[in-house]
Protein backbone atom coordinates (compact mmCIF):
# COMPACT_ATOMS: atom_id res chain seq x y z
CA UNK A 1 0.00 0.00 0.00
CA UNK A 2 1.13 3.32 -0.46
CA UNK A 3 1.98 6.30 1.21
CA UNK A 4 -1.20 8.42 2.85
CA UNK A 5 -2.15 11.77 0.33
CA UNK A 6 -0.19 13.65 3.31
CA UNK A 7 2.97 12.36 2.81
CA UNK A 8 2.41 12.39 -0.40
CA UNK A 9 2.45 16.16 -1.08
CA UNK A 10 5.04 16.45 1.85
CA UNK A 11 7.73 14.27 -0.22
CA UNK A 12 6.46 16.11 -3.15
CA UNK A 13 7.43 19.68 -1.34
CA UNK A 14 10.48 18.18 -0.44
CA UNK A 15 11.46 17.21 -3.93
CA UNK A 16 10.93 20.57 -5.37
CA UNK A 17 12.65 22.42 -2.63
CA UNK A 18 15.45 20.00 -1.71
CA UNK A 19 14.63 20.55 2.25
CA UNK A 20 15.61 17.86 4.50
CA UNK A 21 13.19 15.59 5.97
CA UNK A 22 13.46 16.96 9.10
CA UNK A 23 10.67 20.01 10.04
CA UNK A 24 11.41 23.12 8.70
CA UNK A 25 10.39 25.89 11.11
CA UNK A 26 8.01 28.33 10.05
CA UNK A 27 10.55 31.09 10.91
CA UNK A 28 13.46 29.82 9.45
CA UNK A 29 13.39 30.77 5.63
CA UNK A 30 14.69 28.17 2.63
CA UNK A 31 16.13 30.03 0.02
CA UNK A 32 17.20 28.11 -2.86
CA UNK A 33 19.10 27.83 -5.92
CA UNK A 34 18.79 31.88 -7.51
CA UNK A 35 16.43 33.10 -4.78
CA UNK A 36 19.38 33.78 -2.22
CA UNK A 37 20.99 35.54 -4.61
CA UNK A 38 17.47 37.81 -5.33
CA UNK A 39 16.77 38.61 -1.85
CA UNK A 40 20.50 39.21 -1.69
CA UNK A 41 20.41 42.00 -3.83
CA UNK A 42 17.25 43.15 -2.32
CA UNK A 43 18.76 43.56 1.08
CA UNK A 44 22.03 45.14 -0.58
CA UNK A 45 20.34 47.99 -2.72
CA UNK A 46 17.79 48.84 0.04
CA UNK A 47 14.72 47.82 -1.68
CA UNK A 48 13.11 45.35 0.26
CA UNK A 49 9.38 46.95 0.41
CA UNK A 50 6.97 47.26 -2.33
CA UNK A 51 8.86 48.59 -4.54
CA UNK A 52 12.19 48.45 -6.69
CA UNK A 53 13.63 46.66 -9.98
CA UNK A 54 12.45 43.41 -8.63
CA UNK A 55 8.55 44.15 -8.22
CA UNK A 56 8.97 45.97 -11.16
CA UNK A 57 9.56 42.66 -13.49
CA UNK A 58 7.16 40.92 -11.46
CA UNK A 59 4.52 43.02 -12.16
CA UNK A 60 5.67 43.44 -16.17
CA UNK A 61 6.06 39.30 -16.36
CA UNK A 62 2.26 38.95 -14.60
CA UNK A 63 0.40 41.51 -17.09
CA UNK A 64 2.50 39.48 -20.03
CA UNK A 65 1.31 36.28 -18.53
CA UNK A 66 -2.67 37.87 -18.80
CA UNK A 67 -2.03 39.48 -21.42
CA UNK A 68 -2.48 43.04 -19.90
CA UNK A 69 -0.47 45.97 -20.44
CA UNK A 70 0.04 46.97 -16.95
CA UNK A 71 -0.53 45.32 -13.52
CA UNK A 72 -0.25 46.44 -9.73
CA UNK A 73 1.74 44.80 -6.75
CA UNK A 74 0.59 45.39 -3.50
CA UNK A 75 2.31 44.64 -0.12
CA UNK A 76 -0.58 42.56 1.52
CA UNK A 77 -3.17 40.14 1.69
CA UNK A 78 -6.32 42.45 2.26
CA UNK A 79 -5.16 45.51 -0.46
CA UNK A 80 -5.87 43.12 -3.08
CA UNK A 81 -9.11 42.04 -2.75
CA UNK A 82 -10.22 45.73 -1.17
CA UNK A 83 -8.72 47.14 -4.44
CA UNK A 84 -10.15 44.80 -7.13
CA UNK A 85 -13.24 45.31 -5.33
CA UNK A 86 -13.22 48.94 -5.95
CA UNK A 87 -12.07 48.36 -9.83
CA UNK A 88 -15.04 46.66 -10.04
CA UNK A 89 -17.31 49.10 -8.94
CA UNK A 90 -18.49 47.76 -5.60
CA UNK A 91 -20.45 49.97 -3.23
CA UNK A 92 -21.98 50.52 0.10
CA UNK A 93 -24.97 48.34 0.45
CA UNK A 94 -23.52 45.50 -1.84
CA UNK A 95 -24.03 41.43 -1.79
CA UNK A 96 -19.90 40.61 -1.83
CA UNK A 97 -19.79 37.09 -1.57
CA UNK A 98 -16.69 35.56 0.26
CA UNK A 99 -15.13 31.78 0.82
CA UNK A 100 -15.94 30.55 4.53
CA UNK A 101 -12.72 29.08 5.19
CA UNK A 102 -10.34 31.43 4.71
CA UNK A 103 -8.06 34.26 6.62
CA UNK A 104 -9.90 37.38 7.77
CA UNK A 105 -8.41 39.86 5.17
CA UNK A 106 -11.14 38.41 2.37
CA UNK A 107 -13.92 40.09 4.86
CA UNK A 108 -11.87 42.76 5.91
CA UNK A 109 -11.61 43.72 2.55
CA UNK A 110 -15.11 44.37 2.03
CA UNK A 111 -16.03 45.73 5.48
Given at each position: MGQSFEAEIVARVRRVTGASA??????APLFARRAW???KDCLDT???SSVGSHVDRFVQLVAEASGVRFGVAV???TA???IALL???GAAGDV???PTLTFAANANAVV
Open positions: SMIPPHKLVGWVGQGAPQLAGVVV
